[in-house]
């Protein structure tokens, strides 16, 4: 069971990497990169972050970019949040597949 504080975290996670990945998106041209959800473990030091990246064609590529600049980006989350956390969790990035089971479910109830 969650408690406060980690729901807390979360969204101000959440908050501060959507804007970082804006920003971020703006150098990979045509991609757009929303952060879908964070769960952070009790002891706050893991912090798994779902994205949803469009188009579909990027995907592999997008999240390829995105693992390999894992300690730019966990840096500059350590610049936004160093008056509200003693320590920046480290980061996990795993692709958000919540619309493809959608369309997926989607397609079955059609035929």
Do not use: C, W
């Not at 920003?23 to 990169?33: N, P, Q, S, V």
């Not at 999240?63 to 320590?87: F, N, P, S």
């Amino acid at each position: 069971m969650e408690n406060t504080r980690q729901q807390k975290i979360e969204r101000l996670i959440q908050k501060d990497l959507s804007d970082i990945f804006l920003r971020y998106a703006r150098a990979l041209r045509g991609t757009l990169i929303s952060v879908s959800e964070v769960r952070i473990s009790p002891d706050l030091s893991i912090a798994h972050v779902y994205l949803s990246i469009f188009p579909q064609d990027k995907v592999a590529f997008t999240i390829a970019q995105v693992q390999e600049d894992t300690g730019k980006i966990r840096g500059e989350l350590g610049r936004l949040e160093r008056h509200q956390l003693r320590v920046i969790p480290e980061l996990h990035f795993h692709l958000d597949e919540t619309i493809e089971r959608m369309e997926r479910i989607d397609e079955l109830l059609k035929q």
